[in-house]
């Protein structure tokens, strides 16, 4: 499958691929943590989320992975298709407060 | 599908005009949320609510206020638009502070 490194603005894969993408986030006392998928002309739509307990989440052909000793989060999607061509972007929550995002990826796939 | 609307979801208008841009949620959430997101940029998060009468700044200074009178309705305001204002505003709303948050279509705001 295709990764990048910490924070690559685009990623481009081929149908069927696995996709992997990362986010550094800033606040170690950040406590939870969500992927969402934004598509043109749309708001965000929410993917996985985890909390800082957990170091794995599944979903549905997703995988959200966290490392808190390197504040690392990653988004990996299996068997990636064309619809999910989008630009995703992770987001970090102290507690008591609201989502701070990061920089977005834009996910391109051909088929 | 979230239950959360925004409107206008394009309005173009004059420098200098008032405008308002309407978000409502039919799910009871008590924490809503504004967020400004410039083309194939990442969302800054201008304004938050935890419940009705409560209001806060985001991280992100913005001229614009909000307001929050009933649950449902989180409408922002800018008193005087200015073309720095050109942007899209991304409403959403949330049952906790550590459960994911439902977006809006967005408002994309032109100022000419």
């Known amino acids: 499958g295709e990764s990048v490194g910490l924070h690559l603005p685009t990623l481009s894969v081929q149908e069927g691929d696995n996709s992997i993408i990362n986010c550094a986030y800033s606040?170690?006392?950040?406590?939870?943590f969500i992927w969402y998928k934004q598509e043109s002309g749309k708001g965000p739509q929410f993917i996985i989320d985890?909390?800082?307990?957990?170091d794995k989440r599944q979903g549905q052909r997703v995988t959200v992975l966290l490392n808190k000793t390197v504040k690392h989060l990653s988004l990996q999607i299996a068997a990636t298709q064309p619809g999910d061509s989008a630009v995703y972007f992770c987001?970090?929550?102290?507690?008591?407060?609201?989502?701070?995002f990061g920089k977005g990826t834009t996910l391109s796939v051909s088929s | 599908e979230a239950d959360i609307y925004q409107t206008p979801r394009y309005l173009v208008i004059g420098t200098g005009k008032k405008i308002t841009l309407e978000c409502s949620q039919t799910m009871g959430h008590d924490k809503m949320y504004w967020y400004q997101q410039d083309p194939g940029m990442e969302l800054h998060l201008i304004h938050y609510s935890y419940g009705v009468n409560s209001t806060e700044k985001g991280d992100l200074s913005s001229e614009s206020t909000v307001s929050r009178i009933r649950t449902e309705h989180f409408p922002l305001t800018l008193e005087s638009a200015r073309p720095s204002h050109t942007s899209q505003y991304l409403c959403a709303s949330s049952r906790d502070t550590n459960t994911e948050a439902f977006f809006g279509q967005g408002t994309r705001l032109t100022v000419v």
């Open positions: 985890i909390r800082s307990n957990m």
């Open positions: 606040n170690s006392a950040s406590d939870y």
């Open positions: 987001a970090e929550k102290k507690a008591g407060t609201a989502l701070i």
